[in-house]
């Protein structure tokens, strides 16, 4: 999807509602927390509108959150540490829309 120095991070992108799934495809090439402002700027270069609410899941399945500005702009990770999309989806919401002052 995206090259970086250090090779090219392949990526599965998902809008499910109001959240952007970012799986790591974990082609050997770096990974996605290494690589993540050109993994947002990809995504929101191609889709403006995308939420802004976001979860990486990592190659071992586990979920957790990306917070972004208004813009689409990486802020910092949270753990949220569930292999349970619908429960990352859950605290996401929670972090960023319930307490947005606490994430941007």
């Known amino acids: 999807m995206n090259d ?7 990526v599965g992108v998902q809008v499910r509602d109001d959240v952007v799934l970012i799986f790591d495809q974990d082609d ?3 990974s996605v927390s290494r690589a993540i402002d050109s993994v947002l700027a990809s995504i929101y270069e191609q889709n403006p509108d995308a939420p802004r ?3 990486f899941c990592d190659t071992e399945g586990v979920y957790d959150g990306v917070s972004v500005d208004d813009e689409g702009q990486f802020q910092n ?3 949220i540490r569930t292999t349970d ?3 990352a989806i ?3 919401r929670a972090f960023i829309v319930e307490a ?3 994430f941007h």
């Not at 970086?4 to 392949?10: L, N, P, R």
């Open 4 to 10: 970086i120095e250090g090779g090219t991070v392949t």
């Open 28 to 30: 050997g090439g770096p």
């Open 53 to 55: 609410v976001v979860l």
């Open 77 to 79: 990770f949270y753990p």
């Open 85 to 87: 999309a619908d429960h």
């Open 90 to 92: 859950e605290v996401a």
């Open 100 to 102: 947005p002052a606490r």
